[in-house]
């Protein structure tokens, strides 16, 4: 077996120093191009880990190139590296190679150019990030990490890379051959898809003989949950990776490494499906097509073999260009034109297994996924897309506001609760509802209507678990066992008591890595919203994002019902965020928190741009005038 080739290029020497000055705002449109060039469209992708010495500077190196060459799409920074994707003229396209090659901290990497047709329709372009630039800072290229507290592998660990060519006489070699030593040699390799259930339904590498394993997760950040409850499948094989374009393996090839002695044999299709199929343009092992997330949506090799079939009826069909999603989840699934026409709510196969029927979705159900655009149309506004042909064309624009609940509720409580709210505001406003980190044991009081007892049950013991939504916390008190444990019934303890926050200090810094992933997987955010003591998370994300480099930006906060966190940075210095304040009046009928409370952290924040609204109704947002329209003041600024 020809296994072990080039080493992952991981260490190269710093950018050198004039290298972005050299080139800012000066860049001729095009280098050298041919006729064709000039109108021809394309998608570029590349990734490169390396430490960057310098983000900032980077950064706005990217910033100023892309517009100067009026590209589109997605750049994610991070300290260990850049992930791009980029879409405009190829002319264009090749002028930014060209640059990024002249910088050693970009050598030896594989940029990826391919010519392609426009988008096929603004939720396509929409979707794809491709309406727009959008540059910025994560903390992960790629979100391996499925909790914020989850150590990452060292990416120098990565599996060994195998060019298409290698790849295929691997799996050539191990999968073809009849005779019986070298059959039961086969058995020790193990191919392994690294991407989502979607992607690989349309497209995957098939050998008679290796074992194919799928993973069939939703998302990227689950594949390491996977690896741990199946590591009995990789314990002592080859490993064979394989994602779209490569940057997936890296990460999880070296997470599997991590996992020790038996765990090493890890080897990695470099430049991914993209690469193969260019070099076996039949298809070779691979079959189907090959999921992207930019515009093309899926490509294909010359064969145009359709290996996926429609969730309804089940006919062969590979096309995800009408973005049909699973009502619950939000994954992608496959419906054909025929199937889309008689109905419009699907239910994925991951959510069927886990017994979710076809039935009619409540407003309140979907909760951690809620956002169905994984970009939105922000940033670097007024950019022309390169095939608008000098008209802009864009939907209306609305602030995407990130809703952080309190204590002791979850994403879809607290979308309930505010439920009135984003309607008033559903021109102006999409919120994305997400559940804080800490997991709460459920509370009953024996002969108590509390929490979420129902009817059915006897009234001194604890309603039935499934019953119940989870409910979280951001900070929780110190004797609290912490998150991860059974979900398990406590009787309470003692009356409620109205001051238990001001004991809830612990488990901060858990939930601001936490957000830092939310940010980078589900932002870009305009801005921020808290209720109570996600209102005083919001006041601390808003004062700690200077110092993370953009991981956490937001433009404005709304800080209602909130109290000042006991964090040290909070004692010196204002917050800079434009903020609104929204909080009970002295005789507001807070019973929760008091108006003294909420005043001392709306004085946290700079006076010159923040707005109070003092009002009546006790521990809630209002929604009825004046307050609505101080409210929809307050956020037109940012629109
Ligand atoms: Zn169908
Ligand atoms: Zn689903």
Redesign the pocket.
């Known amino acids: 077996m020809v296994f072990l080739v080039s080493k992952p290029s991981g260490d190269v020497e710093g950018a050198r120093p004039d290298f972005c000055s050299q080139f800012l705002g000066s860049l001729p449109l095009a280098m050298a191009n041919g006729e064709d060039d000039d109108h021809q469209f394309g998608v570029l992708l590349y990734y490169k880990y390396a430490q960057i010495p310098d983000l900032d500077d980077l950064v706005s190196f990217y910033k100023s190139n892309c517009i100067s060459l009026g590209l589109v799409g997605r750049v994610r920074l991070a300290s260990q590296g850049v992930n791009v994707t980029v879409c405009g003229k190829l002319c264009s396209l090749k002028s930014h190679i060209a640059v990024m090659k002249l910088n050693s901290l970009f050598d030896g990497t594989d940029f990826k150019l391919a010519s392609c047709h426009q988008p096929m329709n603004d939720v396509v372009a929409r979707e794809c990030g491709f309406t727009s630039l959008s540059v910025r800072v994560v903390q992960e290229l790629v979100t391996l990490r499925s909790n914020p507290v989850m150590k990452l592998p060292e990416i120098t660990e990565a599996g060994t890379h195998l060019s298409a060519a290698e790849f295929h006489s691997v799996l050539g070699s191990a999968g073809l051959l009849s005779d019986e030593k070298k059959r039961i040699h086969s058995k020790d390799v193990v191919l392994l898809d690294a991407r989502n259930l979607y992607e690989t339904r349309v497209g995957k590498f098939k050998t008679p003989n290796i074992e194919t394993l799928d993973p069939e997760i939703r998302q990227y950040s689950d594949l390491s949950c996977w690896i741990d409850d199946n590591s009995e499948k990789l314990r002592g094989k080859q490993i064979l990776m394989y994602c779209t374009g490569g940057i997936r393996c890296e990460m999880a090839s070296a997470y599997i490494k991590s996992k020790g002695s038996e765990f090493q044999n890890v080897f990695q299709l470099y430049g991914g499906i993209q690469r193969y199929l260019e070099q076996f343009p039949n298809g070779g092992f691979f079959s189907g097509k090959n999921f992207v997330f930019d515009h093309r949506i899926s490509v294909g090799s010359s064969t145009e073999d359709i290996i996926g079939t429609?969730l309804?009826?089940g006919?062969p069909?590979d096309d995800y260009s009408s973005r049909c999603r699973c009502k619950y989840c939000r994954m992608l699934v496959l419906?054909?034109d025929?199937?889309q026409k008689k109905n419009t709510l699907y239910v994925c196969e991951l959510c069927r297994k886990n017994g979710k029927d076809g039935g009619p979705i409540s407003q309140f159900q979907s909760t951690k996924l809620e956002v169905v655009s994984q970009q939105s149309d922000h940033e670097i506004g007024s950019q022309q897309l390169p095939w608008s042909n000098g008209k802009v064309c864009r939907s209306p624009r609305k602030l995407r506001v990130l809703c952080l609940h309190g204590f002791r509720q979850n994403a879809s409580s607290f979308k309930g609760r505010t439920a009135s709210l984003a309607k008033k505001l559903k021109t102006m406003v999409e919120f994305v509802y997400v559940d804080a980190p800490h997991e709460l044991s459920f509370i009953y009081h024996p002969r108590d209507r509390e929490t979420c007892v129902t009817s059915s049950v006897q009234p001194n013991c604890p309603p039935p678990v499934e019953h119940c939504k989870k409910k979280f916390a951001w900070l929780i008190a110190e004797d609290i066992t912490g998150k991860g444990s059974e979900t398990k019934w406590e009787v309470a303890d003692a009356v409620f008591d109205p001051l238990q926050y001001q004991k809830q200090t612990d488990g901060f810094e858990e939930s601001f890595a936490y957000l830092k992933t939310v940010f980078s997987e589900k932002g870009p955010f305009d801005g921020i919203l808290g209720f109570s003591q996600g209102a005083a998370m919001t006041a601390a994300v808003c004062l700690r994002k200077m110092s993370v480099k953009g991981a956490v930006d937001v433009r404005f906060a709304v800080v209602c019902s909130g109290f000042p966190l006991q964090i040290p940075e909070l004692e010196h210095g204002v917050i800079s965020c434009p903020s609104l304040h929204i909080f009970g009046s002295d005789q507001g009928n807070d019973r929760q928190i008091a108006n003294k409370m909420s005043r001392d952290l709306a004085s946290c924040f700079d006076a010159g741009c923040s707005v109070i609204i003092e009002h009546d109704s006790g521990h809630i947002i209002p929604t009825r005038p004046p307050y609505i329209d101080e409210i929809k003041a307050f956020l037109q600024r940012f629109l």
């Open positions: 429609c309804n009826c006919d069909f419906v054909c025929n199937c």
